[in-house]
């Protein structure tokens, strides 16, 4: 059973920076393709960064410059490192893992089987 597991979220003013984790267990790290989404009450989850083991990665605009994905596949673990955080990136953030996501679809959450249970992020002003 694949699991996985987040943490680092917490309160941060803002232009200060969080680094969350995703521990993947139960599964073939080194053939899934990892993400982070995010979610606020009342809309839908979107899209915050992805990346794979050959170490291809893609970023929502809103985040280029500002967020860092890595993954360490010794600890099967996905990172995501937050610098210049402004209040509008308060939320609740999730990782996500499959092996079977389609190229041009990966900022899709629909590709995506595997979900932590979430972390809540967020900034104050």
């Known amino acids: 059973q694949v699991q996985l597991v987040e943490s680092g979220g917490g309160l941060v003013q803002a232009g200060g920076s969080l680094t969350l984790a995703c521990e993947v267990s139960?599964?073939?790290?080194?053939?899934?393709?990892t993400a982070w989404f995010r979610q606020t009450p009342g809309n839908e989850r979107e899209f915050v960064a992805v990346?794979?083991?050959?170490?291809?990665?893609s970023y929502a605009d809103f985040v280029k410059g500002r967020f860092t994905i890595t993954r360490d596949s010794a600890r099967n673990t996905m990172y995501l490192q937050m610098n210049s955080l402004k209040p509008e990136d308060t939320a609740v953030y999730y990782c996500a893992a499959d092996e079977n996501v389609i190229l041009s679809s990966r900022r899709m959450p629909g590709q995506y089987d595997y979900w932590g249970q979430g972390t809540q992020v967020t900034v104050s002003s």
């Open positions: 139960g599964g073939a790290f080194q053939r899934y393709i």
């Open positions: 990346t794979d083991r050959y170490r291809r990665s």
